[in-house]
């Protein structure tokens, strides 16, 4: 009988220790709490121009008046080429968007279409909402497309239409970059926050 009783006082000792070492693991693999900046100012990221490379990771909403959509959103920059992973996109499972100099590849999984053309127009025909992608890809750095015109607002600007807000920003490194932004015209709105960036020193 005592050998029963301390085999389980053992067991019970043994499963202290892996629910304690795995409780640690959990907490080393949770987020690292955001450190939020001042607000938003334009100037002074001019730097952010010369990043060759970036990613992100976060979340995206975007609705208008007739649909509506939400998804997990990882984005990737290389050498001005942008690949952007989706998940949850209409309750579907992983959407790998390519943005190349000619126009657009999708992949969904089942299958891997190109369509050439404007990158804007190609895209929100297969999405069904306006996204402006290629502005996208200088607004989410907190920085105007090159050579089209803007006014600066609070916390923001407006360019090609479209109402841009940053409504939190980060700090990342030595860098203050968007943590969640806003992005508005007539009935389009797209919201983004992101968890997640990763931004080189180059």
């Not at 730097?47 to 007739?66: I, T």
Request: hydrophobic share 40%; aromatic share 8%; with cysteine.
């Amino acid at each position: 009988m005592n050998n029963i009783y301390a085999s389980r006082s053992v067991l019970a000792k043994y499963k202290t220790i892996v629910l304690l070492i795995l409780t640690a693991l959990l907490v080393s693999c949770a987020d690292v709490p955001v450190k939020l900046t001042s607000p938003f100012q334009l100037s002074g990221r001019d730097h952010l121009y010369a990043k060759e490379s970036w990613s992100f990771a976060g979340r995206m909403a975007v609705s208008d008046k007739n649909d509506s959509f939400s998804s997990s959103i990882a984005w990737k920059h290389r050498n001005r080429q942008d690949e952007l992973e989706l998940a949850g996109l209409f309750g579907q499972g992983r959407t790998l968007i390519e943005l190349t100099g000619s126009g657009v590849l999708i992949d969904n999984g089942d299958e891997r279409l190109q369509y050439l053309g404007n990158a804007d127009e190609l895209l929100s025909r297969q999405v069904g909402v306006d996204i402006p992608v290629s502005y996208l890809k200088y607004w989410v750095l907190g920085l105007v497309k090159p050579e089209v015109d803007y006014d600066v607002l609070e916390n923001g600007f407006v360019q090609a239409g479209w109402n841009v807000k940053y409504l939190q920003m980060q700090q990342v490194g030595h860098n203050d970059m968007p943590r969640k932004i806003r992005v508005e015209q007539d009935d389009v709105k797209l919201k983004l926050i992101i968890n997640h960036w990763d931004l080189p020193l180059n």
